[in-house]
T-cell receptor
C-alpha cells in the first residue's frame, strides 16, 4: 500500500530533550516536506526537500533540523525542544513539486 | 502577507444543499491548486486538484479555477453530514528557496445539518 509513515503518533517530552520524528514514504517520491498545524494558523511548512541531499527552509524553520540522506526518509529533528513547539506535525510527499501531496497520519507533540 | 486566504467559516448548509468554498491566492504565476478535506485530529486527504482555468468535476465535487482573478473554489453538491469537516485550499507557488512550495489556507469549517 502506498503510504507515508510517521512515528511516533504521540510524543510527550520535556524542554531541551532532543527528539526525532521519523518519516518514510514507499512511493519513490522526490519531494518531501514537514508541516506543523496550530489552531487558527493552519498548516505551515517547516522544511522541504526536492531530492536526496537537497533541503530548504519553509516558513517556520527555527528550532528544527532535517536531513535527506535517502530518498524514502526525511526525519525531523528538534535539538532542544521548547513548549512553543507543541503542535500537530505532518510529513508529506509528492512525486513532483507540482503533484498533490500525500500526508502521513501526523505526530502530536507536547513539550512541557 | 498571507499567500492563500480562505473564509474560516463556520459554514453551515442543510443536507442535500450545495456547499460553496472559496479561496484566493497571491502569486499570479501559480500553476497547481488543490483541495483537501481534514477531519478533526486527522491528516488532510486530497479531494481535487486543478491545473487549468475552468471547471473540473469529480462525482459530487467541482473545482473551479480563475487564474485572472486568482481565485479557486470548491462546490459540493448534495451535501451529506459526512462532508462535515475542514476544507483546506493549497496552492503550489515558486518559493524563496529551491523549487516550489505548497502554501495552505487556514481552512473553512463546513457543517452539514441533517
Amino acid at each position: 500500500e502506498a503510504q507515508v509513515t510517521q512515528n511516533p503518533r504521540y510524543l510527550i517530552t520535556v524542554t531541551g530533550k532532543k527528539l526525532t520524528v521519523t518519516c518514510s514514504q514507499n512511493m519513490n517520491h522526490e519531494y518531501m516536506s514537514w508541516y506543523r498545524q496550530d489552531p487558527g494558523l493552519g498548516l505551515r511548512q517547516i522544511y522541504y526537500s526536492m531530492n536526496v541531499e537537497v533541503t530548504d527552509k519553509g516558513d517556520v524553520p527555527e528550532g528544527y533540523k532535517v536531513s535527506r540522506k535517502e530518498k524514502r526518509n526525511f526525519p525531523l529533528i528538534l535539538e532542544s525542544p521548547s513548549p512553543n513547539q507543541t503542535s500537530l506535525y505532518f510529513c508529506a510527499s509528492s512525486g513532483t513539486e507540482n503533484s498533490p501531496l500525500h500526508f502521513g497520519n501526523g505526530t502530536r507533540l507536547t513539550v512541557t | 502577507q498571507k499567500e492563500v486566504e480562505q473564509n474560516s467559516g463556520p459554514l453551515s448548509v442543510p443536507e442535500g444543499a450545495i456547499a460553496s468554498l472559496n479561496c484566493t491566492y497571491s502569486d499570479r504565476g501559480s500553476q497547481s491548486f488543490f483541495w483537501y478535506r481534514q477531519y478533526s485530529g486527522k491528516s488532510p486527504e486530497l479531494i481535487m486538484f486543478i491545473y487549468s482555468n475552468g471547471d473540473k468535476e469529480d462525482g459530487r465535487f467541482t473545482a473551479q479555477l480563475n487564474k485572472a482573478s486568482q481565485y479557486v473554489s470548491l462546490l459540493i453538491r448534495d451535501s451529506q453530514p459526512s462532508d462535515s469537516a475542514t476544507y483546506l485550499c493549497a496552492v503550489n507557488m515558486l518559493s524563496r528557496g529551491t523549487g516550489n512550495q505548497f502554501y495552505f489556507g487556514t481552512g473553512t469549517s463546513l457543517t452539514v445539518i441533517p
